[in-house]
């Protein structure tokens, strides 16, 4: 059992950005601490650090953690482009290849720009800090055999100044740490119903959409139109049907007399006219001929 943890937290363990040669570290400011050389403290405590929000910045003070550790300035780039990618990520330090435990509650993370650590690449560290890798730090100054990895896990975000592990834990007990468990669960149960019931109208249209879209396609095409020749057979077929199937209408002798009438006069004069006719075409065409 052991044996698999070990794979799996090894298998999820984070991207390292960098990781660096032996170098050195120093110090430059402290929360609590002075050195006795720097009795009136350090003036870049109450400062803003690089990566301090451009909207509402925090002073290193306002952090409230010695845990922040200062990188080369060409870490960043030429302007900001590379803030997001290093600032409040997870710093490991080790001297002489044991790791250091931080001075503050949670771990060191990248929290500002050192213009003469990008010279030799060194990191600059708080009083605190620099004091856990040797006790000498205040007169040594520089403590020789440090080394860093820094890692793609964000510890402190400056946009939206989420405080770090060090203050979460900090907090003194009369501040409830969280929030009541009938609160909490009332707030995810409704944030659950109106996420469920967006989803599932959301969806409902989208597949009724496409189901018509669908069918409408699969119907059109499945159906083959009607051929002109059958078309043109069944309307005689039908209008014969509907003739037959409609009963005579029943005629009074003037109608018929009538009609009787019309049809012997139609047929005569038209016979006459058509034999007339037909004569005149054949003389035509014989004297034709004649000519010829």
Sequence with gaps: MTLLWVLFVSFVKAQVLFQSSQTFGTYYYDLYLKCPSEPN??????GYPFCADFTNPQTLRSLNTNNVIAIARTFFGSGFELRNKYCGKKVLVYHNG????????????????????SLDGHIDFSVSGLKQIDQNACTLGKVPGVSFEIIDELVYDFALQSQPQSISQSVPQSVPQSVPQSVS??????LTQSVTQS???????????SLTQSLTQSVSMSVPPVPQSVSMSVTPSVS???TQSVPPVPLSVSQLFHNRFHCRFHCRFHCRFHCRLHSMLCNHNKRHLHNY
């Design 98 to 117: 044991t790791p250091i435990t931080p001075p503050s509650t949670g771990d060191f993370f990248v929290g500002d720009a050192c213009e003469a650590c």
């Design 240 to 242: 014969m049907s509907v």
């Design 185 to 190: 669960m009332s707030v995810t149960q409704s």
């Design 199 to 209: 989803l599932t109208q959301s969806l409902t249209q989208s597949l009724t959409q």
């Design 41 to 46: 403290g350090y003036p870049e405590t109450d």
